[in-house]
């Protein structure tokens, strides 16, 4: 794991409540919700289903964007 980008994205989100709604995650990253669900299928992305709503926990958020899964396969958007 890249941990000088675990820093800026745990800075970006540090205002931020420590879950967030699949809308919320698509709003903060840029990310479209068929991207989501998918890397959430292959296991790449770790969510909770809570009543029938997903829930991404911060860290887990982090910890993906910052993978080399994600590193490898994306563009990173410098949105800072």
Do not use: W
């Amino acid at each position: 794991m890249n941990t000088s980008l675990y820093q800026l994205y745990s800075k970006k989100f540090a205002n931020c409540n420590d879950v967030f709604t699949t809308k919320e995650v698509m709003a903060l990253v840029g990310l479209s919700e068929s991207y989501i669900f998918r890397e959430m299928e292959k296991g790449h992305l770790k969510s909770y289903l809570i009543k029938n709503l997903r829930y991404f926990r911060k860290k887990d958020l982090i910890n993906f964007l910052c993978s080399e899964h994600y590193q490898k396969n994306n563009r990173i958007k410098k949105n800072f």
